[in-house]
């Protein structure tokens, strides 16, 4: 089968590799749609933390973000599963440790990313073998496109959460990439008077599109209260300004990050009596994003600039995007096509 390989930072290539197969309690999906993250662009790059940390080393399958079919499974494994549209859970923990018995299975020590950590092949190929226990599966009224947005759309969703608004309260998010954008969709559906804010003008000019309370750049923010502010941005500075912004008592929520370290006063935390979260994974947010879409409540469609096919991916972790992208931040590739546009 064919599948997107990164070599080495800025090498890549599509090569063909000997398609998986459902070993005891796995199951073997075609994959249909798969999203390209920043996390993938890190990799990329070579900046990745886990490139240099040992969890993590070069060639790489990457993809966490997809959705597809079951074609087959493994011993063990409910033959019902085939057939199924399903996405899966990026993060696949031991099952048997303290954390993973209590639910954190998504920060277990020995843990395997999809795509990302101890050589897991991603869904960036025709195909992705991953464990039944990590599926979820997709309702009728939640396509193929909306599919593969489950997972970012659970980061997002965890963020909202934590930033633990009511219908009134006022949020600033700042980034407005596919994960601050979903944020916003999030709580604008709970009536939470959200704004966005960022350091490009096409960026902000999209989000300005999209309903919000309002989109700045981040240098004409205004001096409203912010009971709560998102850091969706990979901007080093992002998060002390986060905690300059939000109220004393309020709430910041971390998400975004770079690849060099941001500093924080702690101070000021201390001083403003505020709350901060951090946000890993969507793992514990899976299932209510599905429903959360599947009601129609969010729809995270316009986010999607282009669909690709495998060929494209290097020049868009390369930062070139289709030329007949839209403005949408996020590009989705069809391992499937034989072209790359959309």
């Known amino acids: 089968m064919r599948a997107f390989v990164v070599t080495a930072p800025f090498a890549v290539e599509v090569r063909e590799v000997t398609p998986p197969v459902a070993e005891a309690g796995s199951v073997v999906v075609d994959v249909q749609r798969v999203g390209v993250c920043g996390t993938d662009v890190d990799f990329f790059r070579g900046d990745m933390a886990y490139l240099h940390d040992g969890h993590a080393s070069f060639p790489m399958r990457l993809g966490h973000e997809w959705m597809g079919t079951v074609t087959a499974v493994g011993d063990g494994v409910e033959r019902h599963w085939i057939g199924r549209r399903v996405t899966g859970d990026t993060m696949l923990g031991c099952g048997t440790c303290r954390r993973c018995r209590s639910g954190h299975q998504h920060v277990c020590e020995t843990r395997r990313e999809v795509g990302i950590r101890d050589d897991f092949p991603g869904a960036l190929a025709e195909q992705l073998v991953v464990p039944v226990t990590s599926l979820h599966a997709l309702p009728d009224s939640v396509d193929d496109a909306t599919g593969a947005l489950v997972e970012p759309g659970g980061n997002a969703l965890r963020s909202l959460l934590a930033a633990d608004l009511r219908a009134g309260s006022r949020l600033l998010v700042l980034g407005p990439g596919t994960i601050g954008l979903l ?5 604008q559906a709970r009536d939470i008077e ?24 981040q240098s004409e923010i205004p001096e409203l209260e912010w009971d709560a502010v998102v850091n969706a941005s990979n901007d080093a500075d992002s998060p002390a300004r986060a905690l300059d912004l939000v109220v004393p008592g309020g709430r910041v929520v971390y998400v975004g990050f770079g690849s060099g370290p941001s500093e924080i006063d702690t101070r000021a935390m201390t001083l403003k009596d505020v709350t901060a979260v951090g946000i890993l994974s969507a793992s514990p947010a899976l299932a209510e994003t599905i429903s959360i879409y599947a009601s129609g409540n969010v729809d995270p469609r316009p986010l999607i600039g282009a669909t690709i096919g495998l060929e494209g991916v290097g020049d868009v972790l390369n930062g070139k995007r289709p030329a007949t992208a839209g403005p949408g931040p996020k590009i989705h590739v069809d391992p499937t096509r034989e072209v790359t546009q959309a």
């Open 194 to 217: 959200v704004h966005v804010a960022g350091v490009t003008a096409p960026t902000i000019e999209f989000a300005g599109t999209l309903g919000f309370g309002g989109a700045w750049d």
């Open 183 to 187: 944020v916003a969709f999030f709580a």
